[in-house]
């Protein structure tokens, strides 16, 4: 049975100065769960019915009702379960190296949980943010990343220094950029991602000297751009496949 105190906090974890008050996020359905367990602390889970979870603490494990699920659910239609987890200490900002994407003020949840999702997939270990860029431990942001957000390491800091002071070449990416395609790709190096409305800032594109994009092979040439998280994709396995 769900406690008035519970409900208050966990209601309030859609916000985050809520979040950042009590350490503490969401997560809903049991995969996502599962995926989130052996790498996050537990605080709650609530359960409607036994769903068997494996290797519990059951003390921290509560059966509620589908009534009492759905007042603490954000999802359009509530799952049978949600756990609240503790957010862990910001890990050590070791030297960057490897293939790394950054983000300038990506404000859509859907598109970083997606973004967080092909850097698991594409082997990417750290992923750079801009402090204007969503929340990782938005709700809408943990569900998209079906899991990933355990093994991607989200650092948010200042994209503008991190750039200047990194020895790795920074590409960016723009509508009049070298064809992708037609580009020799390294296997190291930091690829920006821009805003969804505004693209790359100006401070940033000073510092990307190395332009690509992704060419439009339409007739009529005219969709103005392509959502960032599915040119994330494309970018990536180009990157990879070289």
């Not at 490897?98 to 859907?110: C, M, Q, T």
């Not at 723009?174 to 296997?187: C, S």
């Not at 992704?214 to 751009?225: D, M, N, V, W």
Request: aromatic share 8%; hydrophobic share 40%.
């Amino acid at each position: 049975m769900l406690s008035k105190n519970q409900i208050k906090i966990i209601t309030s974890l859609s916000q985050k100065k809520y979040r950042k008050q009590h350490q503490l996020f969401i997560a809903e359905g049991k995969k996502v769960i599962e995926e989130l367990l052996p790498n996050f602390d537990l605080e709650w889970l609530f359960c409607v019915g036994d769903l068997n979870f494996k290797n519990v603490d059951k003390n921290k494990v509560y059966q509620v009702t589908d009534t009492e699920i759905k007042k603490i659910s954000v999802l359009t239609t509530a799952t049978n379960c949600l756990a609240v987890f503790r957010i862990p200490e910001e890990r050590e900002n070791k030297e960057l190296k490897g293939l790394i994407v950054a983000l300038d003020d990506i404000r859509d949840p859907g598109n970083l949980g997606t973004i967080i999702r092909l850097c698991d997939w594409f082997g990417i270990e750290t992923l750079l943010c801009s402090e204007e860029t969503v929340d990782v431990y938005n709700p809408k942001v943990v569900q998209a990343t079906m899991g990933s957000i355990s093994r991607v390491n989200v650092v948010y800091g200042n994209i503008v220094e991190i750039l200047k002071t990194t020895s790795l070449p920074v590409f960016g990416t723009f509508m009049d950029g070298e064809n992708i395609y037609k580009k020799e790709l390294p296997k190291e190096g930091i690829i920006v991602m821009g805003n969804e409305a505004n693209g790359i800032s100006v401070e940033i594109e000073k510092i990307a000297k190395n332009k690509i994009s992704i060419p439009r092979f339409g007739k009529l040439q005219a969709t103005e751009s392509l959502n960032v998280a599915t040119a994330t994709a494309i970018i990536l396995s180009e990157f990879r496949r070289n």
